[in-house]
């Protein structure tokens, strides 16, 4: 409770993925985060359950992760993009020409969300949001694999190319989901 005010999670479905962007956009609500996050820190204290425990620990240990809180930043409005276009599409009655615009738009708002420029004002929102809850804002690097000596050639470098935490997340995952959602909607809707 906020300030006096209930607010309640949407439940998640098997079947229907658009209450996952609908419980993503409230857990970016002002406090609603924060009183989820004390809510399972409050059940980690109470609990008699051993099971219960242990599930609000592994919990709490992901939710209090700054990669946790830029994966919510930077999917809840891909999502939220894609539910407003999925509702649509969904209706009874639909103009088929507009549900191809309406896809069209969507893949180019997706194409606007996957630069630089949207990924950095992820990364300051995540960090404000990190920040209210008192998260560290360090993305944790992997660590490095050593390359075994029978495989490693000495006549070339078989580093790679090393990213820190917060690029490694703007390419594997943002960048990465970007990418597959505009090309299934390609590959599915604008043939």
């Known amino acids: 409770m906020i300030s006096g005010t209930k607010h ?11 209450c996952r962007s ?24 109470i609990t008699s359950d051993g099971n219960a425990r242990g599930t609000a620990v592994g919990l709490l240990s992901s939710v209090r992760k700054f990669e946790f809180i830029i ?5 809840s409005p891909v999502l939220s993009l894609l539910n407003t276009v999925s509702e649509y599409l969904q209706q009874v009655h639909i103009d088929l020409l507009e549900g191809h615009g309406l896809i069209s738009a969507l893949k180019k708002e997706l ?3 996957r630069t630089d420029g949207k990924w950095d004002e992820v990364l300051a ?3 404000e949001m990190a920040t209210e809850l ?4 360090v993305v944790q690097e992997e660590r490095k694999k050593k390359v075994p000596r029978r495989i490693d050639d000495s006549d070339r470098n078989t580093e790679g190319i090393h990213m820190d935490g917060c ?8 960048y990465n989901t970007l990418d597959r ?4 909607l390609t590959q599915r809707f604008l043939r």
């Open 8 to 18: 309640h999670l949407k439940g998640l479905s098997d079947t229907r993925w658009n």
């Open 167 to 174: 690029s490694k997340l703007k390419v594997d995952m943002y």
């Open 134 to 137: 008192d998260i560290d804002t």
């Open 71 to 75: 994966c919510l930043c930077a999917l």
């Open 22 to 45: 609908v419980s993503l956009q409230r857990l970016r609500e002002h406090g609603v985060l924060k009183a989820a996050v004390e809510t399972i820190e409050h059940v980690c204290d």
């Open 111 to 113: 194409a606007t969300l």
């Open 125 to 127: 929102t995540a960090t």
């Open 181 to 184: 959602i505009a090309t299934q």
